[in-house]
């Protein structure tokens, strides 16, 4: 078990709130709690940037289903991009993934890649839980193909499921040193998220970063 103290730990993680009736002050909570907290970015809803903070500003598309076409999120994304987001966490559609439609996968990624450009960090999510060991490695392979910064594990709303060990250790082994891993979704404890870490893990999506922090029970995504 990576056994990090408070600091370390918090700067690994993206201090997140995507609920739908999150408000603009819902919002700006966050923002203060995550420069108190000392957490590494923020993740929000699109249609909450821009924000102010100290801190980085991470964001999503074709969230939470990930049913929505290539030029979609490209749109999406090039939005968020030009509203300050410095990362943004794409959703895969997963029942691409499922049918083992690899190229399309990368060809999607690639529409999102091609708009937010480096040095925005681009992130996919794989909904590892929805998906076979053969899958989950066939779609980080095809997010490295396309450019992408990270791979990770889950939006935290479909019903398969949140991040687990096994997920992230197969999906670090499949990217190496060369991409990020980020665990999301069900990460509830700070033994969970320690975990996680241990397993391969650079960065933690984490809605209750101030109880795992503290070292009780979070709640949500």
Avoid: W
């Avoid at 690639?110 to 490695?137: G, H, N, Y």
């Amino acid at each position: 078990m990576t056994t990090l103290d408070r600091d370390q730990l918090a700067t690994l993680i993206d201090h997140t709130l995507l609920k739908p009736e999150a408000t603009a002050e819902d919002v700006t909570a966050l923002l203060r709690e995550a420069e108190e907290l000392g957490t590494y970015s923020v993740c929000v809803s699109p249609s909450m940037l821009p924000v102010e903070t100290t801190v980085k500003v991470a964001t999503v598309c074709g969230f939470p289903s990930g049913q929505h076409s290539a030029e979609v999120k490209a749109f999406e994304a090039r939005e968020s991009v030009a509203k300050g987001a410095d990362e943004v966490d794409m959703v895969l559609n997963v029942g691409l993934a499922r049918a083992g439609e690899y190229d399309a996968i990368e060809h999607e990624i690639r529409a999102v890649r091609d708009v937010a450009k480096s040095p925005v960090v681009l992130k996919v999510i794989i909904e590892s839980a929805a998906l076979t060991d053969e899958q989950i490695v066939a779609v980080c392979e095809a997010a490295e193909r396309a450019g992408a910064d990270f791979v990770k594990t889950s939006t935290g709303f479909h019903p398969a499921g949140g991040a687990s060990e096994h997920a992230v250790a197969l999906m670090r082994r499949t990217v190496g040193d060369r991409l990020g891993v980020k665990a999301s979704g069900g990460i509830r404890t700070r033994e969970a998220a320690e975990a996680m870490v241990a397993a391969g893990a650079s960065r933690l999506g984490l809605s209750s970063s101030k109880a795992i922090l503290d070292g009780g029970t979070g709640t949500g995504y």
